[in-house]
């Protein structure tokens, strides 16, 4: 047994980089030592296997890992077996999508009956057109499906979304979306011994709170009291806010509260509109 928690990441990629900004996030200070593969963590009992992202289901799946951050993408194609996706992390965010070439007529998935579709994503593809009672003949690629209906390999592809600039590049537009996937925390069979199940739950927790606080905003304002309903109603996810009268006014009240979601410049003009001022959204940095 490992007498320390190992938690796979990705090894650069689009995932690299953010995976390790969120264990930084968590508290845990990473120790970039000389081996690629293994980085340690200095404050905790963690280790970190920097991998292919293919290769981490099956390392967390097989015990060489406890935890993993992963495009549910991925984790999809492959099998979930007897992983679990503990939580979403926030960051990696795309989308599967079938495109076709632009000016091609499209009505539907059931316009996808009997054409080949390349993707590099053919199981997913598979339970996808099969779902939607289609059958049509896949070209399984190893990368770069955008060029396969230049090719004539295909008529469409099924590949991942981010900005849509390849597919615009490519002369393909998204015509439907067969999954919308983001990083994951994965887990495999329960830590047993005891004291890293404690670490895995501290990892769990702190990852839940440096998820929550990136999307959350701290909002807060001054306003009339008998604008408080309108002005929750106009508050962006925010539970039952925090109201405190104001000194010397019996009538003005400061309003605080955390928002779960973006607050745009439209709902600060629609709070002042209700009334608010001193309107303050600040970021928050810990949540739990
Ligand atoms: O070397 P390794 O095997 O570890 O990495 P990889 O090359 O297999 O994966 P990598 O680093 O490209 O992607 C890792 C994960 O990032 C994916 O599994 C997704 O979960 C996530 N992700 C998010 C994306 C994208 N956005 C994305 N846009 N993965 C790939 N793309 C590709 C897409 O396939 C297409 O070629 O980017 C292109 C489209 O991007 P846009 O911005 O032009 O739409
Ligand atoms: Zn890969």
């Known amino acids: 047994m490992n007498e320390r928690l190992r938690i796979a990441v990705q090894r650069g990629g689009r995932l690299g980089t953010k995976s390790l900004e969120l264990v930084e996030s968590a508290g845990f200070r990473i120790l970039r030592g000389a081996n690629e593969l293994l980085y340690r963590i200095e404050n905790a009992p963690i280790d970190l296997l ?24 991925v984790l999809e194609e492959r099998g979930v077996g007897s992983l679990t996706e503990v939580m979403p992390l926030g ?38 057109l099969e779902h939607n009672g289609v059958e049509a003949e896949i070209v399984s690629m190893r990368g770069a499906v955008e060029v396969a209906p230049r090719l004539k390999l295909a008529q469409a592809i099924c590949d991942l979304v981010s900005t849509g600039a390849t597919l615009e590049a490519n002369g393909l537009v998204a015509v439907d979306t067969v999954m919308k996937s983001e990083a994951v925390l994965i887990h495999g ?3 047993l011994d005891s004291e890293l199940a404690h670490v895995g739950e501290s990892v769990v927790q702190r990852f839940r709170g440096v998820a929550a606080s990136q999307g959350s905003k701290y909002v807060m304002m001054n306003a009339p009291r008998s604008a408080l309903p309108e002005i929750s109603r106009i508050l962006p996810g925010a539970g039952a806010p925090t109201v405190t009268p104001l000194a010397g006014n019996d009538d003005a009240v400061a309003v605080h509260a955390v928002c779960q979601e973006s607050v745009f410049w439209e709902t600060l003009e629609k709070l002042r509109a209700a009334g608010a001022s001193a309107i303050l959204v600040l970021p928050i940095e810990k949540m739990m």
């Open 189 to 191: 069979a329960p830590v």
């Open 91 to 128: 960051f990696g965010r795309c989308t599967l999508k079938i495109a076709v070439p632009a000016g091609r007529a499209y009505s539907g998935v059931e316009s996808l009956q009997g054409s080949r579709i390349a993707t590099t994503y053919p199981r997913t593809l598979s339970r996808f």
């Open 50 to 73: 920097c991998v292919r992202d293919d290769d981490i289901p099956t390392f967390v799946e097989d015990g060489v890992a406890d935890f993993g951050i992963v495009g549910r993408n």
